[in-house]
């Protein structure tokens, strides 16, 4: 049974997790649990590569905590509508990657700071990454998000990034289903798609500085800059390709030596999504489309988060079972029994 351990540990974890900051590290089946002021510090320290971390709701300063091994961190997720039992995971702090954390994923929590490959050039190296339904500042996959790194197969899935994301030029790099606020720079051979693009860097668009990469099937929302009094898609940016995306200005192509096919132009965000009233992010927005079956993708799915073949996920809920309810009887009954109910549901991805 998919993550056995958590079901078998979930009660005590709802019930204690919150006050005493209970993390649970699981190792071949074993269960270990860290508290006290540094808990996911301590755990992080204490895995060894392969184990699992699970981390409950509730508020942990980690200051930049570094992983340099294997390890899958689940917390249970960011989003009100979805963490009213066990409150969101809230990490204060960064993250960084640096060699050795090879095939780590990390899924199902708020970072209030950015998560990066690497600390020099000398350690950026990272591969088979997966990043996931994490709310989370700028992401950058090198050790400054502009220098070359030679990280390779990542998947960035189903987050919401606050800031940017800095590509790095990394390799075999999958951006899909994510809700970003500015925009993307430094990537070449990217595959971008089906995210929700709001916002733009100053005077070069929410595209820069990327070479041969396939943008298709997102909504994208180009700002004015008030640095030149203009709209900008993108800039020093190469034959790239759009295609099939909902645009909010007048966009033509070829623009310069990037082409496109498909697109669709000045879309209001507005009569696109089912409730969005502003360009900054609110978890009240249902960015559902109004009229999926008249924006259709390359794949033939609804552009967007909802679309592909697995769309986002509602809530933005972690692949670990999940509390949606739980009830904690205030005080014992006549017979010494405290009564606890909770609701556990099994999650498929």
């Known amino acids: 049974m998919k993550h056995l351990m958590t079901l078998i540990c979930i009660a005590t974890l709802v019930f204690v997790g919150n006050a005493q900051k209970l993390v649970t590290v699981s190792h071949n089946g074993q269960a270990s649990f860290f508290t006290g002021n540094s808990p996911v510090n301590d755990a992080v320290a204490a895995a060894v590569s392969g184990d699992t971390i699970y981390i409950p709701g509730g ?70 990454i997966t990043i996931k339904r994490i709310n989370l500042q700028t992401l950058r ?106 645009i909010n200005i007048n966009q033509t192509f070829p623009a310069g030596t990037n082409t496109g096919t498909g697109n669709w132009v000045n879309v209001s965000y507005t009569s696109f999504f089912t409730n969005c009233t502003g360009t900054g992010f609110d978890y009240a927005y249902d960015y559902h489309l109004q009229t999926p079956g008249s924006y259709l993708g390359t794949d033939g799915t609804e552009i967007g988060i909802y679309g592909t073949a697995s769309p986002s996920k509602t809530g933005w809920v972690p692949e670990n079972p999940h509390v949606s309810t739980k009830t904690i009887s205030p005080q014992t009954d006549s017979n010494g029994e405290l009564n606890i109910n909770i609701t556990v549901g099994a999650q498929d991805n």
Do not use: M
């Open 59 to 128: 508020g942990f300063s980690v200051g930049t905590l570094t992983i340099d091994k294997s390890l899958t961190i689940y917390g249970v997720g960011h989003s009100p509508d979805s963490t009213n039992a066990t409150y969101r995971t809230e990490i204060t702090g960064n993250i960084t990657l640096v060699q050795g954390a090879t095939n780590t994923k990390l899924e199902g929590f708020y970072l209030s700071g950015d998560l990066t490959f690497g600390t020099s050039a000398g350690n950026q190296f990272v591969e088979n």
């Open 141 to 246: 996959l090198s050790w400054n998000g502009s220098a070359p790194t030679t990280a390779n197969n990542i998947l960035v899935e189903e987050n919401i990034i606050r800031s940017e994301i800095q590509v790095g030029y990394a390799t075999g790099v999958v951006i899909s289903k994510n809700r970003i606020a500015q925009g993307f720079r430094y990537a070449s051979n990217t595959l971008i798609t089906n995210n929700i693009l709001f916002g733009s860097y100053c005077g070069s668009g929410p595209f820069y500085a990327l070479d041969n990469c396939l943008i298709q099937n997102n909504f994208i929302y180009v700002a004015f800059s008030p640095c030149t009094g203009n709209y900008f898609i993108h800039s020093g940016s190469n034959t790239n390709h759009f295609a099939n995306n909902a």
